[in-house]
């Protein structure tokens, strides 16, 4: 079976992608509107890209009158973001966040959800969000007329107490349980993981590397 992804209508791209490529991170987005009040929206259309620089990206969607929705808006005035990641506890609150509240409203009381001052950036971050990335604006890329890729600079991170071992690094799998995108309504959680090790090429073969303690 095959696609001609040249000849396809954008929309019918949308349905194979979304459907495909899972499980997706979702960002719960945190930008200032004009009049200072915080807009919170979910994002499946993101993922972390690089680490020198810290970079993360945003799939930034037109709204249903060929404009610019809030978060874009906002991101293009301010300059920066706040990448609050979902874990199964708020994930019902992030659903919330995707409802259509009208601009210079915040979508957070309505979500239980409650803001805390940023670090770096005047843009805060959710409280209830097991990690935060607080993001200054890397680049705004328009590469159609109904989407904006926000490309942004990680220059702060959060995360709830116990969560990350600060002498490591290491982050506590048995407290951290996120949530992924699938397609629609659907979403996935993350308690069925494995481990694999990668071989080393060794003697003309590979070589899966003894177990570690």
Known sequence: MHFDFESMPPRDRYKLLTATVVPRPIALVTTLNENGSVNAAPFSFFNVFSEDPALVVLGLEGDREGGYKHTTRNI??????????????????????????????????????????AMKIDTPRISEAPVSLE????????????????????????????????????????????????????????????????????????????AKD
């Open 135 to 210: 993001c200054r604006s890397h680049d705004m890329l328009k590469v159609s007329a109904t989407r904006v890729l926000a490309i942004g600079d990680v220059v702060a991170m959060h995360a709830r107490d116990g969560l990350i071992d600060p002498r490591t690094g290491r982050l506590d799998w048995e407290q951290y349980h996120p949530v992924g995108r699938l397609y629609a309504n659907g979403y996935i959680r993350t308690h069925d993981r494995f481990d694999m090790a990668i071989p080393e090429f060794a003697d003309g073969a590979l070589r899966t590397p003894a």
């Open 76 to 117: 293009f005035r301010t300059g920066e973001f706040t990448v609050n990641l979902v874990d199964e506890a708020i994930a019902e609150a992030m659903v919330k966040c995707a409802a259509r509240v009208p601009q210079g409203r915040s979508e957070l009381p309505h979500a239980g959800l409650t803001e805390t001052a």
